[in-house]
């Protein structure tokens, strides 16, 4: 696209809210004029390389792959499902095609493809983003944050409790009902 059309304002706000990437790029383009579209996706790109080795250095490689590992799967699972729900509701409407000169057959492979590129790009996404967003803690941290111990020994009253508990006058016994006569 051309320069002057881009959203870099957008593309900041895009990539600290959703990778926590807080990137100056409006700095970059006006410091280096001559920067391509090419050259700003791989500064984007190495310094997201630099959070995520900071992090996988952090809890070691083998700890964080287990981790990817355990989001890789459970992504995939809820997805997963979703897709086979959107299969099951194109199969039972695809025989609408027929009305329009098309062979359902075909046209079932081609929108199931597509919707399975759609899983596929979600699940990407969804993984990337958790990986980028995840806050990696030491069990100091993590003591720190915990909140503090409860008061002990208070008691919450509401204010007809006492009634509540039966402590009010009790009410007189009703009447005897007549039975009426059929």
Do not use: C
């Not at 579209?37 to 790109?45: A, G, K, N, P």
């Not at 609408?96 to 790009?121: H, I, S, T």
């Amino acid at each position: 696209s051309v320069e002057e059309q881009w959203d870099t304002s957008g593309a900041e706000t895009a990539l600290a809210a959703d990778y926590q990437l807080p990137l100056p790029l409006g700095e970059w383009l006006r410091a280096e004029p001559n920067l391509t579209d090419e050259d700003l996706v791989r500064r984007i790109l190495e310094e997201a390389d630099k959070r995520y080795a900071a992090k996988v250095g952090l809890v070691g490689a083998e700890s964080f792959h287990h981790f990817e590992r355990n989001m890789m799967l459970q992504s995939l699972d809820t997805h997963w499902r979703e897709h086979l729900a959107a299969l099951d509701h194109l199969r039972q409407g695809i025989h609408l095609r027929g009305y329009a000169q098309k062979n359902p057959k075909q046209e079932y492979k081609r929108e199931a493809f597509e919707l399975f590129e759609g899983l596929l790009q979600m699940v990407r996404t969804e993984v990337t983003r958790l990986l980028m967003t995840v806050e990696i803690r030491s069990p100091e941290q993590i003591a720190e944050s915990e909140p503090r111990a409860a008061v002990e020994n208070v008691q919450f009253h509401h204010a007809d409790y006492d009634e509540a508990l039966g402590s009010a006058e009790p009410a007189p016994p009703a009447a005897p009902v007549r039975q009426a006569q059929k």
